[in-house]
């Protein structure tokens, strides 16, 4: 017995001391919140996972800081007047992680096996296929695809992970691209490492040599390592947090281009009538809930975000101002005061849930009852976004690049219109929009539509909840963009 | 030998069963793991080729007829979270919870036996008040939050471990033991306590025995009277005991091994059921249930040797 109590005392002696930290200014550990869903790019749909794998691959554009599109993989790209042909030219020295140049022929591999057309993929993964004719090569660094019909979106619609030709088959093992970095490993429900791409396009880009995306799945558990120091980066901290991680990190808060928004099922018959959305709307006071919840957001008025500025619409700020009397009268005009309805809110979200509990509370001094039922996440897609059984919810939805899959929900015949929205002057604006050429004009038709979501109190717009973002102090040139993606490329340590 | 046969099979049955509950629990609850895995940006050209890679186009008994099959040729399917064969996500995770689970098992009866029984040979009252009231507090307090309790003191105050302390079983044993100590102790505290107040109370209870009387008439010294008469006597009880803790540790380790990061199969099998990837689930109860029915085939034979009066088998 005795053995064993000395043996179980060197183990522990063993295992104490502190392990000294890594000092070496090379490397950085990013925290975040959820495991990969997929390391094949084109199987990758959760924001969570792209936004990471964004650093390993590359696609034929980007985007800037303000969500302009800019060329990546292509050296240029243009489309024809009817919107159904579109050129890029490529980039001559880009090398994929397997020392391999690319050329079209990867292109066309890519776009082939997105369509189902490649040898290993015998069926279209991706719904882009969809309106594809076809894509050719005509030389080793251009590209043409032509489209079934004209898509005014089609170039954001491009940002898609090249890979080189006939990799499909090993990208869910190791991913291999052309970005700024090359996988390295990566182990189930702990961390992805990369190393810096010394092949990458841009001659002094990466500057960070290694980079481990560590998985936390449990938030305590993340920020007491952050507090510890052994985290660089970690994204979506709460409000209440910032104070106790200490004084060594700068807090970013940045806009996310997420529309929060509660969202009205118009099949509930009270909703039906515009006088009982605009009562809610007029009995909301989004300043409070920002205030309480992520202080600093950007309160929004239409189903886009302010940050995206070239799109937005501003005529549509502060169109419902906080009146309680004004919604009473609208309620009894309507016949519903004695209003109650329950919304659906996923419980793992807790931004969302904490504002379901300030709504019903505003929402009680004009007579309204409002329930709280909260679902799990998996519940949540299967009941109210696929099955429509709800009520109201109150969901963010993320943006995009292209206004189209933002504001485009409300079309009625989107395919996941969840909320039944429908319009039809609101959809002949939409289809306008998507046809025309003309940017300037495509751009009037996106903000007449917001603001005719606006007026008809198409749901109760909440705001852009900032993302609160912690970075070590010794680390500079840390860039956001209003899509998700966290562009690890610029970064270096101060000197 | 014939009744371990029948226990088996017995065994085999329960699996079964607890396979079958499992499927049609998955057929109830809301969900999907396709939905889940592909998110509110549907793209139903992805969704319709992942349903047809993961055979969940077909219907549900064609689905459950082919898992069982594939149980019989040793496949558990390809986790739908993971597009990895579930076996090998079990495999990688394995050797942290057998750890967690042994560690503790092994800290709940190195610990809780020999504090009960020296607690109980100097029963002073206020020692036994103390006694009672700490060990009532360590059987109270739930894992998760022990878990807290513990990196606050060991990592963030006396900085003796990084939060994060997993390291891969392969790249370093020693720094994996190390990794081990924390969670191991945030699971077992607890039963460690509830194995200390039986062993206590047992043994009180066996020191007022007209043998131990006896014994001390005939002059053995306090110690030898509990070590050789007291302990094997009281070892029945506490063993039961801790036949029923470990389903508590192996419980506890789910919420541990989320609250120190490690990737273990209680996480994992959290993760499963979150996304409703029914050959992940399946596959980890699976595992459970075999674990739960041979510790209690090992407890049967332990009665067994402890005291061969005690008649196991049959209609257990």
């Given at each position: 017995m005795k053995k064993i109590y000395i043996l179980i005392l060197i183990f522990l002696m063993a295992g104490c001391g502190q392990t000294p930290k890594e000092e070496a200014k090379n490397g950085i550990i990013v925290a975040i919140p959820q495991d990969f869903d997929s390391l094949d790019p084109h199987k990758a749909t959760a924001t969570g996972t792209q936004e990471i794998m964004y650093n390993i691959f590359t696609c034929l554009i980007n985007t800037d800081e303000n969500g302009e599109i800019i060329p990546e993989l292509a050296e240029s790209f243009e489309s024809s007047d009817d919107l159904k042909t579109y050129t890029f030219k490529l980039k001559q020295d880009v090398i994929f992680h397997n020392g391999v140049k690319m050329t079209s022929k990867d292109v066309l591999y890519t776009f082939n096996r997105l369509s189902g057309k490649t040898q290993d993929q015998s069926e279209p993964i991706s719904d882009i296929s969809k309106n594809i004719d076809s894509v050719e090569a005509p030389d080793d660094y251009t590209i043409i695809i032509h489209l079934k019909e004209k898509d005014a979106s089609f170039l954001a619609k491009c940002l898609i992970a090249i890979i080189p030709e006939n990799s499909g088959p090993q990208q869910e093992k190791t991913p291999i691209g052309a970005g700024p970095y090359a996988f390295e490993s990566y182990t189930q429900g702990i961390s992805l490492k990369m190393k810096k791409n010394k092949d990458f396009y841009m001659n002094d880009l990466p500057k960070i040599e290694n980079v481990e995306f560590k998985i936390f799945t449990n938030?305590?558990?993340?920020?007491?390592?952050?507090?510890?120091?052994?985290?660089?980066?970690?994204?979506?901290?709460?409000?209440?947090d910032v104070k106790a991680i200490g004084d060594g990190f700068d807090i970013l808060r940045v806009p996310r281009n997420m529309v929060q928004l509660m969202a009205f099922n118009y099949d509930f018959a009270p909703f039906k009538d515009i006088r009982v959305r605009q009562a809610i709307n007029y009995a909301v006071n989004k300043k409070e809930i920002i205030d309480l919840i992520v202080p600093g957001s950007v309160q929004i008025d239409t189903n886009f975000s302010p940050v995206m500025a070239g799109y937005y619409n501003k005529d549509v700020e502060n169109f419902y101002q906080n009146d309680i009397e004004k919604a009473k009268t609208l309620l009894k005009e309507s016949?519903?005061?004695?209003?109650?309805?329950?919304?659906?809110?996923?419980?793992?979200?807790?931004?969302?849930?904490?504002?379901?509990?300030?709504?019903k509370q505003q929402l009680a001094q004009v007579g309204i009852e409002m329930n709280i039922e909260t679902v799990e996440w998996n519940t949540w897609l299967s009941e109210v976004y696929k099955g429509k059984k709800f009520e109201a919810t109150i969901i963010g939805f993320t943006g995009k690049l292209d206004p189209y899959p933002i504001i485009g929900r409300y079309a009625s015949d989107y395919k996941d219109n969840f909320m039944s929205?429908?319009?039809?002057?609101?959809?002949?604006?939409?289809?306008?929009?998507?046809?025309?050429?003309?940017?300037?004009?495509?751009?009037?038709?996106?903000?007449?539509?917001?603001?005719l979501l606006t007026q008809d109190a198409a749901a109760l717009y909440i705001m852009d909840p900032s993302n609160i973002i912690a970075i070590n102090k010794n680390l500079e040139n840390f860039k956001t963009y209003p899509i998700g993606y966290i562009d690890i490329k610029n970064l270096s340590y101060k000197d | 030998m014939y009744k371990i046969i029948i226990k088996i099979l017995h065994s085999l049955l329960t699996i079964f069963l607890v396979s079958l509950v499992i499927f049609f629990m998955f057929q109830i609850i809301p969900g999907d793991a396709i939905l889940e895995k592909i998110g509110?940006?549907?793209?139903?050209?992805?969704?319709?080729?992942?349903?047809?890679?993961?055979?969940?186009?077909?219907?549900?008994?064609?689905?459950?007829?082919?898992?069982?099959?594939?149980?019989?040729?040793?496949?558990?399917?390809?986790?739908?979270?993971?597009?990895?064969?579930?076996?090998?996500?079990?495999?990688?995770?394995?050797?942290?919870?057998?750890?967690?689970?042994?560690?503790?098992?092994?800290?709940?009866?190195?610990?809780?036996?020999p504090l009960g029984v020296i607690t109980a040979k100097y029963s002073k009252?206020?020692?036994?008040?103390?006694?009672?009231?700490?060990?009532q507090i360590c059987t109270s307090i739930p894992s998760f939050f022990m878990a807290v309790i513990l990196t606050l003191i060991f990592s963030i105050w006396l900085r003796l471990f990084d939060v994060v302390l997993y390291v891969p079983i392969d790249q370093d044993f020693f720094g994996y033991l190390k990794g081990l100590i924390l969670p191991s102790l945030a699971v077992s505290i607890g039963t460690m306590a509830t194995v200390a107040r039986y062993t206590r109370g047992s043994v009180l209870e066996q020191l007022n025995m007209n043998y131990v009387r006896t014994?001390?008439?005939?002059?053995?010294?306090?110690?030898?009277?509990?070590?050789?008469?007291?302990?094997?006597?009281?070892l029945i009880t506490v063993l039961t005991i801790a036949g029923i803790l470990l389903a508590n540790i192996l419980g506890g380790t789910i919420v541990v091994e989320s609250a120190f990061s490690i990737p273990g199969i209680g996480s994992l099998l959290a993760t499963g059921i979150k996304s409703r990837d029914f050959p992940l689930v399946q596959g980890i109860s699976l595992y459970i249930t075999i674990c739960v029915v041979i510790v209690f085939l090992i407890l049967d034979i332990l009665y067994n040797l402890i005291d061969p009066r005690i008649e196991t088998g049959g209609s257990g």
């Open positions: 938030t305590s558990a993340g920020q007491l390592a952050l507090k510890n120091g052994e985290i660089d980066i970690m994204f979506n901290l709460m409000e209440a016949g519903n005061e004695n209003l109650s309805f329950t919304v659906k809110v996923p419980s793992e979200y807790k931004q969302h849930v904490d504002t379901a509990q300030i709504i929205y429908s319009n039809p002057e609101f959809d002949e604006v939409i289809k306008k929009a998507t046809a025309e050429s003309d940017m300037q004009k495509r751009t009037e038709y996106y903000r007449e539509a917001q603001m | 509110e940006v549907s793209d139903p050209a992805l969704e319709s080729a992942l349903r047809k890679q993961f055979g969940m186009d077909a219907p549900p008994h064609i689905r459950y007829f082919n898992y069982l099959s594939g149980i019989f040729s040793g496949d558990l399917g390809i986790s739908i979270r993971y597009s990895v064969p579930v076996i090998e996500l079990m495999k990688s995770r394995l050797p942290n919870t057998l750890g967690i689970t042994a560690l503790a098992m092994l800290i709940t009866i190195l610990i809780g036996i009252k206020s020692i036994g008040f103390t006694f009672n009231i700490i060990t014994a001390q008439n005939k002059g053995l010294t306090e110690n030898y009277i509990l070590i050789k008469h007291i302990l094997p006597n009281t």
